[in-house]
């Protein structure tokens, strides 16, 4: 329950922290403000033309006697507007984030800088369409993992009872992993921690992820949203990378450890948040081979 506290902590600290840098967080909000528009562009077309699409895509219910041609055809027409609704909801983070590459990445760094001991951010030294490269092609595969767990839980919503109360609550934990997940990639493509070396990450530290996830999962559901919490969010997974990789972090950074470069005692062997590279259980990737000089970590 402790880690729950923690990861929250560190949702709220990033909304602190961008509201401390108004620059920042003006700057921030306008990926989302872009991805707002194209998906209520398409939500609205989707409305708009979805009953019209289902009735191309169903040419065998011409002939169904009234009403069950139209009970089809709207239950599928509800279906797929949920199911585009879904996707938005699923996709939206990783839209953003993809527009926004260089806007996150300069919000990131800056607050890297603004809670490193020596004033400092990890860089990854790569050029700038290989990091969107990676962005993009890591988004993928969570975005891609994301929706095989959606209509699986889709599918149990129609369970009596279940459903309705446990399946929605599962929805959200799920879908605050993927979220926090899409979120620290910022700062860990930064650093070099691929896709495979994160999930080692946060399975060892699910709760945590949880705590920050899930409250942004629900409140991402309330229209716009979503837009104005995301340099917040950026920011706050940001900090809580830090605590993942073990770094050391100045005025508080973890809002509830003194020092988050030494675990929890009461983690379960092999949760501590090493390094990539310092811990054979997490090694570095060698697709993001590291600057000369420092074997964890690209030079600042």
């Known amino acids: 329950m402790r880690e ?45 033309w979805g009953a019209d699409f289902v009735a191309w895509a169903t040419p065998f219910a011409d002939d169904w006697s009234s009403p069950w041609g139209g009970l089809l055809r709207g239950f599928l027409t509800a ?21 926004g590459q260089p806007f996150y990445e300069s919000l990131s760094e800056s607050v ?8 400092t951010a990890p860089e990854s030294g790569l050029p700038f369409w290989t990091e969107l490269w990676i962005s993009a092609r890591d988004s993928l595969r969570i975005v891609f993992r994301a929706l095989l767990w959606g209509i699986l839980l889709f599918g149990l919503g129609f369970i009596p009872f279940l459903g309705q109360t446990v399946v929605p609550v599962i929805g959200f934990f799920v879908t605050g992993y993927f979220l926090t997940q899409e979120l620290t990639s910022v700062a860990l493509q930064r650093r070099r921690v691929d896709v495979r070396t994160q999930l080692a990450l ?17 409140v991402f559901l309330v229209p716009f949203v979503a837009v104005f919490l995301m340099p917040g969010a950026v920011a706050g997974a940001t900090l809580m990378t830090r605590d993942l990789l073990g770094e050391e972090t100045r005025d508080g950074g973890d809002p509830a450890d003194p020092d988050p470069a030494y675990p929890d005692p009461a983690a379960p062997a092999g949760a501590q948040p090493y390094p990539p590279g310092s811990d054979p259980a997490y090694p570095a990737n060698p697709a993001y081979p590291p600057a000369p000089g420092n074997p964890t970590y690209p030079t600042h």
């Open 79 to 99: 279906v797929l507007f949920a199911l585009g609704l879904l996707l938005a909801v699923v996709t939206f983070t990783a839209v953003t984030l993809l527009i």
């Open 4 to 48: 729950l506290g923690v990861g929250f902590g560190y949702l709220l600290e990033g909304q602190r922290w961008v509201a401390r840098h108004g620059k920042k967080y003006g700057f921030g909000l306008l990926p989302g403000l872009i991805t707002l528009v194209l998906y209520l562009g398409a939500l609205v077309a989707l409305a708009v």
């Open 202 to 218: 946060f399975r060892a530290r699910r709760t945590l992820v949880w705590g920050f996830g899930t409250p942004l999962a629900v």
């Open 112 to 119: 890297d800088r603004d809670v490193s001991p020596d004033g």
